[in-house]
């Protein structure tokens, strides 16, 4: 067999689960109910959102908040600050690419 299959969990309560970390791309899938989010951090790797559920709001550096949808990827690059929640009332459910992955940055 040459490909392999990665799955990922599907629920309604807050995920954050790593799926692919394999030097040459991190793809991560997060599940955020409404009122949740992740901590502040800066960006480790160019890093892709594909939202596929609800509304992210997300603000980066110091610059106001933006929200996007079910549909739209945002791209980030690498270290900037962000700040992503969910304030609306249906569940959030996007992905994250980051390319190349992080391991290739220098510490």
Known sequence: MIEKKY?????????????????????????LPKNSGLPVHNSNSNVYMIIVRGVLTISLNEHSPAK?????????????KMN???EDDGILE?????????????K
Request: no cysteine; net charge negative; aromatic share 12%.
């Open 7 to 31: 799955d990922y969990q599907m629920k309604e309560e807050k995920i954050i689960e790593r799926i692919i970390s394999d030097g040459n791309a991190d793809i991560n899938h997060m599940i």
């Open 68 to 80: 996007y949808q079910k549909g739209n990827i945002i791209s980030i690059p690498f270290d900037i």
């Open 84 to 86: 992503v929640y969910n």
């Open 94 to 106: 996007f992905f994250v690419v980051k390319s190349p992955s992080p391991q290739n940055y220098s």
